[in-house]
């Protein structure tokens, strides 16, 4: 799939061997992502989680959870139900937890293998010494947290003494705030959720012996992690690689030359990029997913890098003021044949899909959104799909035929 090159080091950035054209960076990617080629049904979601270091978690549910969705769009109609029982492990199950939930590109499940590598972030934490609000008692708060912890084992926020202040949803209680913020710096782990409400334990004795250390130094995590991500991504600039889970450039810079990443230049990219030596010697081959993305899909959550990769400018408009929405408040791209061919804004009403917004970029991709609409109704118990509005009314009326 590369063909190699020998060049004289440039003068500035490393010696490149692979030059890449634009469409097998694409594919490269797609195949990283899980989204390229048949799915591995055998690894399931756990295995979707572990190709892709991170899933992140948003509140928002549309069709359905951001994080039920991405493994959705890359195993077909996984049933939610598993979905859920895949990510999250109660105390009483008699097998470690898979997953817990911790800040990397976002809020984020991450697989329980992954602990060890974020003691730098655990320990930036710590040295800060508080988060963004602020506790009035924090040694008395932390220690009540603690010990009703060890006492009763995993709680919610709410069993231990209050989420809220009775106020809006950012007016934490003191309890709250010092149980997140011992989250934040290791001393407790959510690897469950009851009814989307976080269950908290003592990650002493949740997270496995085995990984439960922060034994690695802050270089050794990042180096880790930037490699992950170059997994993860396939081909990645130093802004990417940085993205993936929120790291600085150059941190990226300290460990890049002992990550294993090879130096590649991409058609039409201004930046030098690397890419995961598998990923290389992959032949690009496979059949091509097609599906809705979540917003939040580590395919395309990296607004740049989805621009530069597919030429789709793609924003979340939940936050925007409804007058000013140009695609809707979840608009869903449409991923076919590798590309980013539309979106979709959906909703539901009954047993009903409805597709407020389409937008499609012509006549080729009424087919794969018909599809993707009728997969996507059936999987979340939907019979039927209404079109609400579409920007083109030929592609509308072919659309609405299409679905039948």
Known sequence: MVSSMTTAAAAKGPRTEHR??????????????????????????????????????????????????????????????????????????PEPPHSFEYWSHAACLLPIEEWPLFAFRRRAFQARGHR???????????????DRLKADGPLTATELGGAKNGGPWWDWSETKIAVEWLLDTGEVVCTERRGWKRVYDLAERAVPDALFHDDLNDLECVRRLVTQAGAAMGVATRADLADYHRLKGEQVDAVMEATGLVPVEVAGWSKQAWADPRALAGDGRGRHRTTLLSPFDSLIWDRPRTERIFGFTHRLEAYVPKPKRVHGYFAMPLLTGGRLAGRVDPAREGSTLVARQVSLDGPKAVAPMAQALREAAGWVGCDSVRIERCDDAKLAAALVTALG
């Open 20 to 93: 890449l054209s634009a469409d097998e960076a694409r594919r490269i990617a797609l195949r990283a992502q899980g989204l390229l080629g048949a799915p591995d049904r055998r690894a399931g979601v756990r295995g979707v989680l572990r190709l892709l270091g991170a899933v992140q978690l948003d509140t928002i549910s549309v069709l359905a959870r951001s994080h039920e969705l991405v493994p959705y769009a890359r195993l077909g109609g996984v049933g939610r139900g598993t979905v859920e029982s895949a990510y999250w492990t109660p105390r009483t199950a």
């Open 132 to 146: 963004w609000h602020v506790m009035k008692e924090p040694e008395r708060s932390c220690a009540a947290v603690r």
